[in-house]
């Protein structure tokens, strides 16, 4: 610390170098310094970026629907129209769960089967021909990574929410 220009040391010695006159004038001078912070006003808040997110979103996903009202439109009627054709309901029900279970399982499935196609196609030899070791490799590091990294296996990895 510098007290009256000079540097003096100290790691609290039985027997301080300093002298209780100017202990005295340090410990002063820093509560003065804490008093100045502590009645300092608090920065302001910084804006919350992803607090205007949800609205946006959903005034975005409003506005695309409705650029494509026509199509929906039409898809409704088309189903209407299916649905008017078939003798017994239950028979129209199955065909159109079938039909949504494939329009719904598509997209969740295929960045799987994407990732699926890059890693058994790893280079390297393979084991009993059929999985290559780089995939193997690959699979037991991010499995321990997930299950051995707090930072990792938290939820807000991704996308820290506060």
């Not at 006003?41 to 910084?46: E, M, N, R, T």
Request: charged letters at 10%; a negative charge.
């Amino acid at each position: 610390m510098t007290v009256d220009g000079e540097m003096k040391c100290t790691f609290h010695p039985a027997s301080p170098i300093v002298s209780e006159e100017t202990n005295a004038k340090f410990a002063d001078a820093f509560m003065e310094i804490l008093e100045v912070v502590a009645v300092a006003p608090s920065p302001p808040k910084p804006l919350n970026v992803l607090s205007f997110l949800p609205p946006a979103v959903a005034l975005a996903g409003a506005g695309a629907i409705a650029t494509h009202g026509e199509g929906f439109m039409q898809f409704y009627q088309s189903i209407m129209e299916m649905k008017a054709n078939v003798a017994d309901p239950a028979d129209f029900w199955a065909a159109f769960n079938f039909w949504v279970f494939f329009a719904v399982g598509h997209p969740i499935l295929q960045p799987i089967l994407w990732i699926s196609d890059v890693l058994h196609g790893s280079p390297g030899p393979q084991l009993a021909d059929l999985v290559p070791y780089t995939f193997l490799a690959g699979n037991a590091l991010v499995i321990a990574l997930v299950a051995f990294s707090s930072e990792v296996s938290r939820p807000s990895f991704l996308l820290p929410l506060e």
